[in-house]
């Protein structure tokens, strides 16, 4: 069952895409969107983890520019679009967006009080600096872009955290996936997994760079991580 419930924030409320299990209580996540929105790709993934068993939750991050962005990755107009919002977008008001939707997930009816973070090249960075910044009970970065811009916040990570990065990634180059991985090397909480072959959102449903071998690994590696951290 899949619906929208709104988040409030001093500076106004915000829609967020909710999907539910069939059997509670459970764990919620919050997945965090890619320059597209929270598209079909993100509320498809929603919904696969409801299947799983979790309250998942998909904040709209560009409410204050534009609410209800929902793009896809098939055209030029759609990626410019994309980019511009992401230009434009507010790293510190982000991650004050997403605690709020945190919160109100952790108060959920139904939940077991834990909640996980997981996000998509924008969302999986700021799922790393909103997990740096406040925390979660678990945390999953999908190609982190600019991830490598803000590892000074890595050693503020206590909670577990899961990265995943395509080792032929056109915009995290492999010098930046050397510093993200010595960068987490020596923290106990973390594990970073790369993928031969593989290019940036390699996991995006339909997209134009989808890998099914790495999608479905990965997606395995993180039902794992989060069956053991939050149930």
């Known amino acids: 069952m899949s619906k929208y419930i709104t988040v409030d924030t001093q500076d106004g409320s915000f829609h967020s895409y909710v999907a539910r299990p069939d059997v509670l209580p ?7 969107q ?9 509320r498809d993934t929603c919904d696969e983890l409801a299947l799983q068993g979790y309250i998942a939750v998909s904040p709209d991050l ?15 107009t759609e990626w410019k679009k994309g980019f511009a919002l992401y230009t434009a977008f507010d790293y ?3 991650v004050a967006d997403i605690a709020s939707t945190m919160e109100m997930a952790r108060s959920l009816p139904g939940t077991n009080g834990k909640v996980g973070l997981m996000g998509y090249c924008l969302g999986g960075l700021m799922s790393f600096i909103t997990t740096a910044r406040r925390g979660a009970d678990a945390s999953v970065v999908y190609y982190g872009g600019s991830m490598e811009k803000h590892l000074d916040e890595a050693n503020n990570i206590k909670n577990p ?11 995290i180059s492999k010098e930046a996936q050397k510093d993200i991985i010595e960068a987490l ?3 106990a909480t973390a594990q970073v997994f790369t993928y031969p072959g593989c290019k940036h959102a390699f996991a995006r449903h339909r997209g134009i760079s989808y890998n099914k071998d790495a999608a479905a690994l990965s997606n395995s590696r993180t039902a794992d991580f989060f069956k053991l951290h939050l149930k």
Request: hydrophobic share 45%; glycine share 8%.
């Open 62 to 76: 560009f409410w204050r520019m534009e609410p209800g962005v929902d793009m896809s990755d098939q055209s030029e």
């Open 92 to 94: 510190d008001v982000g």
């Open 161 to 171: 955290l899961l990265v995943h990065l395509g080792e032929e990634d056109e915009y």
């Open 26 to 32: 459970a764990a919620a996540i919050v997945v965090i």
């Open 34 to 42: 890619e320059i597209f929105g929270v598209n079909a790709d993100i």
């Open 185 to 187: 090397k020596d923290n």
